[in-house]
T-cell receptor, first 113, second 111 residues
Framework: NAGVTQTPKFQVLKTGQSMTLQCAQD?????MSWYRQDPGMGLRLIHY???????DQGEVPNGYNVSRSTTEDFPLRLLSAAPSQTSVYFC????????????FGAGSRLTVL | GENVEQHPSTLSVQEGDSAVIKCTYS??????FPWYKQELGKRPQLIID?????GEKKDQRIAVTLNKTAKHFSLHITETQPEDSAVYFC??????????FGGGTRLMVKP
């Protein structure tokens, strides 16, 4: 099993550009989530999903969209990138419909100029 | 929504000493409290967790205690080793299945 796979690992964007961070898991986990990690701020929940076709907003959803068309994939879209979205993004999944033991991806470092 | 506060933000101990990290949460309906360890440049990994129907849980040198009345929980690491140096995060899951993290504690164990 590959676990949770995130791509890309690094990305540099200009303000106003759009992009999608990909997240895929091969563990048949129902629960998937996206966090951003900023220095001194810990991990903040952006969006989460308890199953295919269901998504919910977390603590900091503004500027981000998600969809969950399959159990395996949970992409995070930035429609118009801003410098405030410079961060490390982690995708995580869990083996139940609730947020139990999270398995994290390796992270994606995004810089918005 | 849930608010999780974690203290201290940095903690320096001598090898062999104990380390204690404390967290408080705001949502009395929260029922699951995990702790994650993140080494430099790596992803967070679960080290121990506790559910609301348990007051204490221990795994070798690591223990977690939960006081639901006071809405706080703590991580205890005994006989610290240099490889314990990392950032530790507490978290709380509320009834809406949102897992909210504390701000993290950077633990430094001096040999």
């Amino acid at each position: 099993n590959a676990g949770v796979t995130q791509t890309p690992k690094f990305q540099v964007l200009k303000t106003g550009q759009s992009m999608t961070l990909q997240c895929a898991q091969d563990m048949n986990h129902e629960y998937m989530s996206w966090y951003r990690q900023d220095p001194g701020m810990g991990l903040r929940l952006i969006h989460y999903s308890v199953g295919a076709g269901i998504t919910d907003q977390g603590e900091v959803p503004n500027g981000y969209n998600v969809s969950r068309s399959t159990t395996e994939d949970f992409p995070l879209r930035l429609l118009s990138a801003a410098p405030s979205q410079t961060s490390v993004y982690f995708c995580a999944s869990s083996d139940s419909s609730g947020a139990n033991v999270l398995t994290f991806g390796a992270g994606s470092r995004l810089t918005v100029l | 929504g849930e608010n999780v506060e974690q203290h201290p933000s940095t903690l320096s101990v001598q090898e062999g000493d104990s380390a204690v990290i404390k967290c408080t949460y705001s949502d009395s309906a929260s029922n699951y409290f995990p702790w994650y360890k993140q080494e430099l440049g790596k992803r967070p990994q679960l080290i121990i967790d506790i559910r609301s129907n348990v007051g204490e849980k221990k795994d070798q040198r690591i223990a977690v205690t939960l006081n639901k009345t006071a809405k706080h929980f703590s991580l205890h690491i005994t006989e610290t080793q240099p490889e314990d140096s990392a950032v530790y995060f507490c978290a709380a899951r509320n009834a809406g299945n949102m897992l909210t993290f504390g701000g993290g504690t950077r633990l430094m164990v001096k040999p």
